[in-house]
Structure formats: C-alpha cells, structure tokens
C-alpha cells in the first residue's frame, strides 16, 4: 500500500546528471498528473535539440507530453506546475554554475532517488526530516549538526542535556522511554527516580538527599553522571535500575 501526503525534496546535483535528474522529475509528474488540469511548463534560455530559445512554455496533459522534457538539452531555469486549487505540485529547477538544484513539493508517494542527489533534504507529514548523500546513505539530524558543526561533539551536546534535566536525560538514555508526557512526568519516570533515590542512598548512606527543593543535589548529580561519562557502573545496580538491560 503506498501512503500518499506532501513531500518537499531539495536536491543538489553536478550538472552532468541532468539525464537522471529527468527521469527523477518525469517519475514524479507521472505520478501526480491530473490530465483535467495539467502541468504548466515554463523554462528559461533553453536549448532544444540544438536550438536556443529564450522562453519555453507548454502543457502536460496527458502521459505522452511528458516526454517534451527529453528535448530539453540545457536551461537557466526551469518551473512545472500543478494545482486543483487544493493540491498545488510545484517542481523549480535551477542551474548555478555546475550544479542543479531540484526543490520538488508534491502530494504522492515515495519515488526512490537514492544516489541521485550529491546531497539532498526530504521533509513529509509523517517523518523527521532526512538527508541523503551520493552513495545513497541516509544522514539524520543530529548526524547534520555534526558535520556542519565540526565542533560541537556528543560530548558536548550530553553537557547542555546535563545542565537542563540530568535525571529526566539519564532516564530516557537508557530505558529508551519518554520521562515527560505533555507537562506531566510518566509514571515510568516518577517510579524510576524514586527507584534511583533508593540505589543512591544504599551506596552513600540513608542521610543522603537526591533531591532538594525539587533540584538535583550536588552529590546525586555526579551519581547520575557515572551513567555517562564512562565510570564502572556495577551491572547489578544497572539492572536494577534499568531491567531491560
């Protein structure tokens, strides 16, 4: 069964691929074609079959039409548009140089274009946005700012984490469970620092307080920070804490 819902796809590519950027655009017109209203097609400083014109404008209406895109050897830039009033597909090609640039925004299915693109971004309803690369591997967000911010390392990011809410991080790390639902703590999380507490005053003594004021205290916090910064957790206290460890 293929789920349909809006996709927006950018995608970044060397000039010379231009023949499988066609076939990428053709797989989506055909996909989405409404023959009673069409696809409007403008393009810029054209080269068709040899010739050079600098307006291009026609209409797709039916499967045949969409072969046209085949006469098209070069171009500035390129627009394919389609709208009901409801559903508005809309397909923007641009040439910088060497580089084509595809943002693609259509209501459909999945069309597969992996290794297309040098590098391309594709956001939808129902997922987080993704990235993809030549070969085709799928790159997510956080992967993004890492390559985009060299310095910025787990490390780092697990500090600012620590710095909000230690426990509520520490919890959802290793039980793989939300804390928070809404504005209100799960009963996993509750019955968690609780259980926490317990282990915290077993090893260092019943006078020791984990929570002061609703804040983590000093001592329980570095505690907590065994679970991250590579310490010897004991895998007895980590099973207890954690048992589907």
């Known amino acids: 069964m293929t789920i349909e819902d809006t996709k927006e796809i950018i995608g970044i590519v060397r000039k010379s691929k231009w023949n499988s950027v066609r076939e990428f655009l053709k797989k989506i017109i055909s996909q989405t074609l409404d023959q009673k209203i069409g696809y409007i097609l403008v393009a810029f400083d054209v080269r068709v ?4 014109k600098l307006i291009l404008s026609d209409i797709i209406k039916n499967p045949d039409q969409i072969n046209i895109l085949d006469k098209i050897q070069d171009f500035s830039m390129m627009s394919l548009y389609h709208s009901d009033g409801l559903t508005h597909n809309h397909l923007n090609i641009t040439k910088d140089d060497e580089v084509i640039i ?10 597969k274009y992996s290794g297309l693109f040098d590098f391309s971004i594709q956001i939808d309803s129902f997922n987080n946005p993704f990235f993809t690369n030549a070969s085709g591997k799928t790159i997510n967000c956080a992967d993004i700012i890492n390559l985009v911010n060299p310095n910025i390392t787990e490390h780092t990011m697990i500090n600012e984490k620590k710095k909000i809410d230690l426990d509520l991080f520490v919890f959802e790390k290793f039980s793989g469970k939300k804390a928070i639902w809404g504005v209100k703590e799960t009963n996993s999380f ?39 910064d590579g310490r010897k957790i004991s895998e007895i206290l980590l099973k207890r804490l954690f048992k589907n460890k």
């Open 49 to 52: 079959k040899g010739s050079k």
């Open 190 to 228: 509750t019955k968690w620092k609780e259980n926490a507490e317990k282990e915290y005053k077993k090893l260092f003594g019943e006078r020791k307080i984990a929570y002061r004021e609703g804040k983590i205290t000093k001592d329980f916090k570095i505690f907590l920070e065994g679970f991250l």
């Open 102 to 111: 595809v943002i693609a925004k259509y209501l459909g299915g999945n069309i």
